[in-house]
């Protein structure tokens, strides 16, 4: 999907009252969020949002293969959809991490949004990568 398209999309699945968000007001919107580096990331997340919101959801647990990069931009967008629809189901992200342990075998962790501790068994898996070597 363009930029665009997916502005479209958003409009359509009504992330916006009254679609009230230019185009050019989203693009602007994305360059002063840390969080979100294009705007097709930050309408997916807000989706994301929006769904766990419409189906009533009030806790989440966010578990991306090996990383926990998609943890602050769901929780931001969880934060954004809610300040536009404060009536609406307000959903909490706790942070978690799957992990490859072997060809079938997953690990998943959750960590009550505590980042520095899933950084803290990365540098100790590092460690161990760099020992082994």
């Given at each position: 999907?363009?930029?665009?398209?997916?502005?479209?999309?958003a409009i359509k699945e009504q992330l916006f009252p009254e679609n009230?968000?230019?185009y050019e007001e989203a693009l602007d919107i994305t360059t002063q969020n840390k969080h979100f580096e294009t705007i097709k990331e930050y309408f997916a997340y807000l989706l994301i949002?929006?769904?766990?919101s419409d189906q009533n959801i009030k806790l989440a647990v966010i578990t991306d293969h090996n990383?926990?990069?998609g943890y602050q931009k769901l929780a931001e967008a969880v934060n954004i959809f809610h300040k536009t629809f404060p009536k609406r189901t307000?959903?909490?992200i706790l942070?978690?991490?799957?992990?490859?342990?072997?060809?079938k075998c997953?690990?998943?962790?959750i960590f009550e949004n505590k980042p520095e501790i899933i950084n803290?068994?990365?540098?100790?898996?590092?460690n161990v990568d760099i020992k082994k070597k």
């Open positions: 999907m363009s930029d665009e398209e997916m502005y479209l999309l009230s968000l230019s949002a929006k769904k766990l990383t926990i990069s307000y959903t909490n942070l978690g991490i799957e992990i490859s342990c072997a060809d997953h690990v998943v962790g803290r068994l990365a540098l100790l898996k590092f």
